[in-house]
């Protein structure tokens, strides 16, 4: 405490133990980012659902669909189209750079599908980049 009666010991240990919590919940980000990529890879859409499943009960935790946009990358790189399917589905939002992935990929049913969800196939797949139709 100083002279005025404010304890700055307080504060520190606040803002540490915040700190930590932070830490520790980018740490579950990252590693339920990473199980969600590995499983998109795999094809493994068991293992997507039950990570979709405890993603809606977790209230510290970003939502199933803001976490799986790099699971659908994989999911796309990888050729595995009910996995594409799925997270889309399962609210995904398709974006150029998953198409960008499908058209190095040459993957047309992967373009197809994000299409059927609502990506723009007119749309850049960068700012340089024309669309992959054009």
Same mark, same amino acid.
């Given at each position: 405490?100083?002279?005025? &009666?404010?304890?700055?010991?307080?504060?520190?240990?606040?803002?540490?133990?915040? &700190?930590?919590?932070?830490?520790?919940?980018?740490?579950?980000?990252?590693?339920?980012?990473?199980?969600?990529?590995?499983? %998109?890879?795999?094809? $493994?859409? &068991?293992?997507?659902?039950?990570?979709?499943?405890?993603?809606?009960?977790?209230? $510290?935790?970003?939502?199933?669909? %803001?976490?799986?946009?790099?699971?659908?990358?994989?999911?796309?790189?990888?050729?595995?189209?009910?996995?594409?399917?799925?997270?889309? %589905?399962? &609210?995904?939002?398709?974006?150029?750079?998953? %198409?960008?992935?499908?058209?190095?990929?040459? $993957?047309?049913?992967?373009?197809?599908?994000?299409?059927?969800?609502?990506? $723009?196939?007119?749309?850049?797949?960068?700012?340089?980049?024309?669309?992959?139709?054009?």
């Amino acid at each position: 405490m100083d002279s005025t &009666g404010f304890d700055f010991h307080a504060i520190d240990d606040r803002i540490m133990v915040v &700190g930590m919590e932070a830490h520790a919940s980018v740490d579950r980000i990252t590693s339920l980012t990473t199980e969600l990529e590995s499983a %998109a890879a795999l094809g $493994d859409i &068991g293992r997507i659902k039950y990570l979709a499943d405890f993603l809606l009960t977790a209230r $510290d935790l970003p939502d199933f669909p %803001a976490l799986a946009g790099s699971a659908l990358n994989f999911a796309i790189d990888r050729g595995r189209i009910p996995m594409v399917e799925y997270l889309l %589905a399962a &609210g995904t939002v398709p974006h150029s750079s998953h %198409a960008k992935i499908a058209t190095k990929a040459g $993957d047309c049913r992967a373009l197809d599908v994000l299409h059927q969800y609502g990506w $723009d196939i007119n749309e850049p797949l960068s700012w340089n980049v024309p669309p992959p139709l054009w």
